[in-house]
């Protein structure tokens, strides 16, 4: 037997556990840093609440926004878009963008009319109820609409909204997964 093979002691408790809590601690906090990260300037989760949007979206589906392109340029007509509440409501809104900067917008014989030309919506099922008289959007807002006409509180209601409420731009539906789908406009 050889007298000079060192034995090892065990390794003390206390180290450990701190070589443990510091290897979760390093994961941990990138992680957290790289969600807030994202969640707060990239891409965040939603819910659709209510049946403004439907056909094309429904009560309970879930979406990712992205919330990068509108640093790049202004919304399109026709985007899909979640926006801050207006006035004193507590949940996010998601509508389609309908008017722009500098459009004139007005609704009658169940049309929606874009600088006195129809707008063509081939998202939409039912015509548009009631009217609106013209409405020009001023500069650094847009005019939303639900596809639900019938049943939607939007900018008929509360008026144009503010570019810099936008949330950010539907880009994927993810539930129900049998209904996953890039939102397009």
Not at 152 to 178: E, H, K, T
């Amino acid at each position: 037997m050889n007298q000079s093979t060192a034995v090892s002691e065990p390794v003390a408790e206390p180290a450990k556990r701190k070589s443990w809590l510091r290897e979760f601690l390093e994961a941990l906090i990138p992680a957290l840093i790289i969600v807030l990260v994202v969640n707060a300037f990239i891409a965040q989760a939603t819910r659709v609440e209510g049946d403004s949007m439907v056909p094309n979206l429904h009560n309970n589906e879930r979406l990712i926004i992205e919330k990068i392109s509108y640093y790049l340029h202004e919304p399109l007509r026709g985007d899909i878009v979640v926006i801050k509440p207006p006035r004193k409501g507590t949940e996010p809104l998601i509508k389609r963008v309908i008017g722009l900067p500098g459009d004139t917008v007005a609704v009658h014989d169940g049309q929606v009319y874009i600088n006195d030309q129809k707008l063509e919506e081939p998202y939409l099922v039912e015509r548009t109820n009631g009217s609106m008289n013209e409405q020009l959007i001023p500069e650094g807002y847009i005019f939303v609409m639900g596809d639900n006409r019938n049943a939607s509180n939007d900018s008929r209601a509360f008026g144009p909204v503010p570019l810099q409420d936008i949330i950010g731009r539907a880009w994927l539906r993810y539930w129900p997964l049998n209904a996953i789908t890039i939102i397009t406009h």
